[in-house]
């Protein structure tokens, strides 16, 4: 099954511990984004890459971190800097500049609770 | 500064009913324009674009540049039509910015 892969699906943390999300993707795009999902306020954008070992941040980077080191892999790690970090992560792709095609595909989420 | 307004967070309907769930964005430039849906247990996915002018599932947006608006329209609400719905602004830029989404429900 083709697609974004993301796990794990639930995770608990403890205040002060860092935390990586794993996303995977086996459909050759170039961008992968990480946003962030809370009730009332929609997606947030976290950060962004459009190359291997290159990234952007996005409009809510403070807390988190990010690596490229491969096309197919886009970690997210949520640091114990981060102020609120329970939240729905979404991980998506792009096969070009979002500009041009708009049509992102989203993994299915990682829920984090920090306890 | 690009911003994606959607002012209702939720919108009950029954079916059969028309439906217009409201998105106004604000940019400078010339906007490209998208809906999103996420249905129940689904990933979210791409629902429209309004470049293509196109109708999806009996859905279809009209970018209206001097209200600033991206409204999405459905003249017959199905009961399956129910899910979260987001707009969403690229503005020149490679990233997304999306609003704060909107709750269909559609009662039977």
């Known amino acids: 099954d083709g697609g974004i892969t993301q796990s794990p699906k639930y995770l608990f943390r403890k205040e002060g511990q860092n935390v990586t999300l794993s996303c995977e993707q086996n459909?050759?795009?170039?961008?992968m984004y990480w946003y962030r999902q809370d009730p009332g306020q929609g997606l947030r954008l976290i950060y962004y890459s459009q190359i291997v070992n290159d990234f952007q941040k996005g409009d809510i980077a403070e807390g988190y971190s990010v690596s490229r080191e491969k096309k197919e892999s886009f970690p997210l790690t949520v640091t114990s800097a981060q102020k609120n970090p329970t939240a729905f992560y979404l991980c998506?792709?792009?096969?070009?500049?979002?500009?041009?095609?708009?049509?992102?595909?989203f993994g299915e989420g990682s829920r984090l609770t920090v306890l | 500064a690009q911003r994606v307004t959607q002012p209702e967070k939720l919108l009950s309907v029954f079916k059969g009913a028309p439906v217009e769930l409201k998105c106004n964005y604000s940019y400078s430039g010339s906007p490209e324009l998208f809906w999103y849906v996420q249905y129940s247990r689904q990933r979210l996915q791409l629902l429209l674009r309004?470049?293509s002018r196109e109708s999806i599932k009996g859905f279809t947006a009209d970018l209206n540049k001097g209200e600033t608006s991206f409204h999405l329209k459905k003249p017959f609400a199905q009961e399956e039509d129910s899910a979260m719905y987001y707009c969403?602004?690229?503005?020149?830029?490679?990233?997304?910015?999306f609003g704060t989404g909107t709750r269909l429900q559609v009662f039977p």
């Open positions: 969403a602004l690229s503005g020149g830029t490679d990233k997304l910015i």
């Open positions: 309004h470049i």
């Open positions: 998506a792709s792009s096969i070009l500049s979002t500009a041009n095609t708009g049509e992102l595909f």
């Open positions: 459909l050759n795009h170039d961008a």
